[in-house]
């Protein structure tokens, strides 16, 4: 049986370390702490990271039960963790994205864990040892739990879900065990429940489910069941959640449950404002719910690292196919810093291979060079590993060496169509010196000279950086790169489709990004709010699901250049529009047959018509969108915008108050007479709050228009955090109502 206990309180930091600091017992002098937690409290821009990039140390004193196996383990911790018991050392974990577990032993009356952190970029350790395009942070930045197994107890379990034909299939479960027993193992859920006999015996194990047929698993339906192993005392020894599916990329696309499924996706960082990488797990859950549902996308790719448990669970629930990628970034070190790259990709395999969301392992080191070696050693561990999915390599290079089973490649090669001002410090086929138009993307034999299973992995990002406050051309340039690449995915049956660079705008080395520690690249900025790049994939969902209309403009007359107001791109699901200006209808507006953006699911509605000369009369407009001959949506405009009002609005009206700190998003926007963000309106927005804490100051700074930050929950008990939010002479009240949580301890 195993008793799991998660342990995120009582802990204690020291933000420094200097040797025997691991056998400290008087804890007062330390900082008390709740995880997930980051070594350093980060300001928004302009900060050194190398601020964070040293040896701290955690303390957590733990009641152990000395009848029984004692472990405690770390999902996360950056980047390097020494582990001591009483004093002792224990072992050490190389990588922060992977899991590990130590066993506490030997035991006194009084036991204290110390976890020596080194969040230093260490050569040896992936993803260090040359220059890398992301930050990573440091400290425990995910959950730890305390774990008490005797007996009978189920290790390196593996779902084998075995396609027979169509949506019948007949799974296997295999698992380690060192003790021998009698066991039961049950499959439950639409319409299936079968319980299975095995006589566990010690090593390794299988047992086989008969045939079924069963709802399969989608990105639009995602069905789960529940699959649960039980002694025959009927205790869990066992249990998460499971899915079905078929999923391969071939010649000729990728195809999920026997039907081409084209993939529509953006990459995404862990990466918050303020704390890095420690947000608790329901931001997690929520990231894959903004890219499923705000982006209306089928696939993440997890660059360039393994993501959260509880991220990885939230897209097997809410239906995101992910493609899930080693740790690294361009270099390869020596053979101590590849054996560490062998143990992560076994952890994370480990870990996450029950997930029917995953699709493609990652076993390249993101536009690294080729390896023979490590890439055969890679691809090898992961297929003995799991057989069930297919490999993928991201690389930058044309015709590499291809171990992998899809080629999948990071394609930059459109500039926006002036080719002449692109740099060409690389050689690729097709940059040329000649002004012709381009198309969005290379062709599969071009890439990799030959027809093979091929996904794009990264397109747009730093060809075309952009700020969500930039210029209103700028950004309506940078909704139309995506659309111009996404629309040459669509266009080529052979590309199984494409993931874009990149989701959110994240923190970076002072040698990337704009200076101030901020990559703009994202089709969202870092608090999660749009840009007009965002439209481009939420406009390509089925407008059943929710509608979407987006027009790319802020509807000024000077912004652009030449005080132009249009074109505007309308990006929308809808069957038409209807345009309004000065109150007056000027009809209903059509997508145009063949024409630029002719494969996309739902190309953009284009206005044309609306041209004004400088000092001529200027009035509001009014677009309207129909679905089925029903108004679905309205986006209307002044011609004379003032601040009108403060707009506040709250994530979570209850949060769980437990052994870690929780969560409320605050989002303030200034807004106009019709509702619509004042873009170019800086400053910051005053909070008070009774409770609680607001993560980076209660002078939240005001960007484009909006205000965003994070109030947490403190250890202290409280029943609400009440908060004020002021901006001039506007004032905005919340509250957030605190529950207790019984218990966080389960028994398997």
Not at 187 to 195: A, H, K, P, R
Not at 416 to 434: F, P
Not at 591 to 607: N, Q, S, T, W
Not at 664 to 687: C, E, H, W, Y
């Amino acid at each position: 049986m195993e008793r799991k206990q998660r342990i995120n309180d009582q802990w204690f930091f020291s933000d420094t370390y200097e040797k025997g600091r691991e056998r400290e017992t008087e804890l007062s002098r330390f900082e008390a702490v709740q995880l997930p937690h980051n070594t350093f409290r980060l300001p928004y821009q302009y900060f050194d990271e190398k601020r964070y990039q040293k040896e701290t140390c955690y303390f957590r004193k733990l009641q152990l039960n000395p009848s029984v196996r004692n472990m405690i383990r770390f999902e996360g911790v950056m980047a390097v963790a020494h582990v001591y018991l009483n004093g002792e050392y224990l072992m050490t974990h190389k990588g922060g994205y992977t899991p590990f577990e130590v066993e506490l032993s030997p035991l006194q009356e009084e036991n204290m864990v110390a976890v020596v952190v080194d969040s230093s970029e260490r050569a040896d350790v992936p993803p260090f040892g040359a220059a890398i395009d992301y930050l990573t942070y440091g400290g425990i930045y995910r959950d730890v739990f305390l774990i008490e197994r005797q007996g009978m107890f189920i290790e390196e379990p593996f779902f084998i879900t075995r396609n027979l034909h169509a949506n019948t299939y007949q799974p296997q479960l295999q698992f380690q065990l060192e003790t021998a027993g009698d066991l039961r193992v049950r499959l439950t859920g639409e319409d299936v429940q079968i319980d299975v006999d095995h006589v566990g015996v010690i090593g390794s194990n299988t047992v086989a489910f008969p045939e079924m047929t069963v709802a399969e698993w989608s990105p639009e339906c995602p069905h789960l069941y529940e699959l649960t192993v039980f002694e025959e005392s009927e205790v869990i020894l066992y249990q998460t959640k499971v899915g079905f599916r078929r999923a391969e990329f071939t010649k000729d696309g990728f195809y999920l449950n026997g039907e081409p499924y084209p993939i529509i996706g953006l990459n995404r960082h862990q990466d918050y404002p303020y704390v890095g990488y420690a947000m608790p797990e329901e931001w997690q859950v929520e990231d894959v719910r903004v890219l499923k549902e705000e982006l209306g996308l089928n696939m993440v790719r997890t660059s360039h690292y393994p993501q959260s448990p509880a991220f990885m669970a939230a897209c097997d629930e809410q239906g995101l196919l992910v493609f899930e990628e080693i740790p690294g970034w361009q270099h390869i070190g020596d053979e101590e810093w590849q054996a560490v790259l062998l143990q992560n990709i076994e952890e994370m395999v480990l870990r996450d291979r029950n997930h029917p969301s995953i699709v493609l392992w990652g076993v390249r080191v993101n536009e690294s060079d080729d390896h023979h070696d490590l890439y055969t050693k890679t691809n090898a561990l992961c297929r003995r590993l799991d057989p069930t999915r297919q490999t993928g390599g991201v690389r930058y290079l044309e015709k590499s060496e291809f171990l992998e089973d899809v080629y999948t490649m990071n394609d930059f090669s459109y500039d926006g169509g002036d080719t002449a001002r692109l740099k060409q410090e690389i050689e690729v086929a097709t940059y040329d010196n000649v002004q012709v138009e381009r198309r969005g993307l290379r062709t599969v034999e071009q890439v990799a000279g030959e027809n093979v299973p091929y996904l794009v992995t990264e397109y747009a990002g730093h060809m075309y950086p952009t700020k969500r406050f930039d210029q209103e051309e700028r950004l309506i340039e940078h909704a139309m790169r995506h659309a111009v690449v996404l629309n040459a995915a669509y266009e080529n049956p052979h590309i199984s489709g494409a993931v874009g660079w990149c989701a959110f705008d994240y923190h970076t080395h002072e040698n990337f990004g704009s200076g101030d520690r901020i990559c703009y690249h994202g089709v969202m900025d870092n608090f999660r709010v749009s840009k007009f790049a965002a439209s481009v994939y939420a406009s390509q969902q089925d407008p059943k699901q929710r509608p979407v209309m987006v027009p790319l403009t802020n509807w000024t007359r000077g912004d652009r250049n030449m005080a132009q107001s249009v074109p505007i791109y309308v990006f929308t699901n809808c069957d038409k529009i209807e345009v309004c200006y000065n109150g007056q209808s000027r009809g209903f507006y059509t997508r145009e047959e063949g024409g630029k953006f002719a494969h996309l699911p739902y190309p953009p509605i284009v206005l044309k018509e609306f041209n004004f000369l400088w000092g001529e009369p200027f009035g509001p407009l009014e677009i309207i969108g129909y679905l089925e001959e029903e108004v679905v949506t309205t986006k209307s405009y002044t011609n004379e915008p003032v601040i009108h009002d403060l707009e506040m609005t709250l994530s979570h009206h209850t949060l769980i108050q437990s052994d870690r700190w929780a969560a409320a998003k605050l989002t303030m926007k200034v807004v106009d007479q019709k509702g619509n963000l004042l873009p170019f309106l800086m400053g910051s927005v005053r909070i008070e709050n009774h409770g609680g804490e607001v993560l980076g100051g209660n002078e939240v700074p005001l960007i484009g228009g909006s205000a965003v930050c994070w109030i947490r929950t403190l250890p202290e008990e409280i029943d609400e955090i009440n908060i004020t939010a002021r901006y001039g002479s506007f004032e905005k009240h919340g509250v957030i109502h605190v529950i207790e949580q019984a218990s966080n301890m389960t028994e398997k």
